[in-house]
Each structure stands twice: as C-alpha cells, then as structure tokens.
C-alpha cells in the first residue's frame, strides 16, 4: 500500500471495543426488535368478489332488458353485464340485437369495447 495514505486495517484506537453481548441477550434485543421485528407479511391484494352472472336470459331479465336499456344513454356490454347481472358474451350477443331491433345506434366500434347510445326519434 501506499505509505502516505493511513491504513485502514488496524481498527482506531480512539474507539472503545465493543461489548460482547450473550446469546440471551442477542435474542432478547432480537425479539424486542426495533428494526427487525417481524417479517413483513404480503397482503392478499383486493379481490374482486366473484359476481355469479346469468349465462342465459330468463324472461324478466329479457324484458328489462328491452324496456329499460334501450333508455340507458350510455350502453355497453360490460354496462349491460354489471346492471342486468349477464355474462359478457350474453351482454355482446344482447347489444347485437338491440342494434338489429334499431333500438340503440353505435356511436364507437373498436374490437375490445363496443360503445352505444340510444336510438333517439325512431320511436
């Protein structure tokens, strides 16, 4: 090494040696942990509950269906899936339909989300 630069090796004597702890007592200090403590636990994250939707129209729903979407002024399937309580395949196959029926118009048709709005002055 160089001899101008101090070296670092030996521990400076300025400072008094350090206390030995026994064993008990690292446990001890251990347990009442300021900054270890406990392992941290990873949360579940939020869970969406699972929403046990219809697979099939039974009547009622079919007649809301007719009678109240076609007055949402905003309609998409997942709108559809959410309030009639419908799977999103029956949800799509349902907006298909009331487009057929000319009760709703597409204002956007984009491959993942379908936007609709009510067909207005065709009554």
Known sequence: SHPDLPR??????????????????KAKAAMAGGKGGKKKKWSKGKTKEKSNNMVLFDQDTYDKLLKES???KLITPSILS??????GSLARRAVKELVAQDKIKVVSQHS?????????GTD
Do not use: D, G, H
């Open 8 to 25: 670092t090796r030996s521990s400076p004597s300025n400072m008094p040696p350090k206390e030995q702890k026994s064993k008990e007592a």
């Open 70 to 72: 076609v007055k949402y």
């Open 82 to 87: 959410e309030r009639l309580r419908i799977n």
């Open 112 to 120: 993942s989300q379908l936007i609709y709005t009510r067909a207005i």
